[in-house]
């Protein structure tokens, strides 16, 4: 038995050593695709091979195809690092193996999810009675929270959207921002909304909903109709839409205010930040990733929603005998999501609350905010535009012409010391960074910020990446 297990340990000393030097590692894969295809393919064996030797040959063969995205210098889309407290559970999630869908298969997971959940929701200052529930991140959240509004929406006009679909249901119109993140339209064409039944709003100079327009397209519709998609956490500027007027236009106009907040309304958790998000307690259904600012490793996010009796509706199952047998007492994870069987992911969240505490979530917030604005001063100061007003952890910057702000991030992308992603916002190319991880230090921005001048100003400095 003992023999058939090493394997485990070989994976720890392993990960050990790679979370140890993640600092020092080139930030950016040296493998490309074609390279790794010829290294991990090829046809599968007949007969088996022996598990350590297959862990070896795989942690041989990938690790040049890896991103050090968990590492301090990554600053590319809204990615965080994994705590390592969160990773060590994340573990045990494995090893314990449990089906976290309901009660009676795990009461451990099924209590440790029901704890998480309800220490998240007071952290986000959401109210007490919100239901949630545990999805794989921002996408299944923004599904689901939808999926509550539709069910709500069509129920007040007698439509049971469950038995009767929505091919000709009422009309449910759906109210959105045009900096919407680009996921919100898939989850609403999964929803059976198609793009056409959305009502676009335009947005300010740093992409907040325009709130007298909104006005206006709630008045075009019928009242206790809409559904208003609003935004804590633009994914350029870091911007938050104006919750308290938004949230009584909606309250006003019976519509449903659903809040995208994927990383933005982590500054609920920030008593220094909590004003970006004022208001937001008074949306219907929230979506929140966890993956991405609680520093957790992947997938996790989470759906919160003010009204028990859409959420359940929304996601109620038509239950095989087999299924109706759980008296535990305990909550049944499927009851609120889409998942039945799926990984107990609320494990690692929990761990992660424990050891951070209320202080050091709300440091983690501001760390990284306050490292977003030494960033947007470093770039400054060396020349760069910054084309936002950073008041979380994004920064927007430029090099001159779109050609050569296009060129930083190129250069920025093949130097070893740091990896970020370029957008075109509001007419203009920019380079996108986004400060998510407990790792970045001062030490990383300055030496990060000196990397993006030295390229911008020296073409010709860039190391060779191969
Ligand atoms: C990342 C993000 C999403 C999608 O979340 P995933 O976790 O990638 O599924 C949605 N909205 C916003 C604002 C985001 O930043």
Sequence with gaps: MAKRHHVLRLAESYSEAFLEKIDSEPVGNRAGVEELRRRLGGSLS?????????????I????????????PRYFGFVVGGALPAAVAADWLVSVWDQCAGMAILSPAAAVIEEVAGSWIRNLLRLPDACTYAFVTGGQAANTLGIACAREDRLSRLDWDVGVRGMVGSPPVPVIASTERHATLNRSLRLLGFGDASVIEVSCDSEGRMAVAELERALSSVETGRAIVCAQAGNVNSGAFDEFSAISSLTRAYGAWLHVDGAFGLWAAASPRLADLVRGVDQADSWAVDMHKWLNVPYDCGAIFCRHRESHLASMRLDSAPYLNSDDSGGRNAAEWGFESSR??????VYVALRALGRDGIASLIDRCCVLALRFAERLSAGGATIGNDVVLNQVLASFGSDDQTQRVVSSVQADPALWAGGTYWHGR????????????????????????????????????PH
Excluded: F, H
């Design 429 to 464: 190319s920019w380079l996108r960074l986004s400060v998510s991880n407990w790792r970045t230090r001062e030490e990383d921005i300055d030496l990060a910020a000196d990397a993006i001048l030295r390229v911008w100003r020296e073409p010709s400095a860039l190391p060779d």
């Design 46 to 58: 007949d007969s088996g091979e022996e598990d350590a030797q297959v862990l070896e040959d795989v």
């Design 343 to 348: 990984r107990a992911r609320a494990i690692p």
């Design 60 to 71: 041989a063969a990938a690790s040049e195809g890896l991103v050090a995205s968990s590492g």
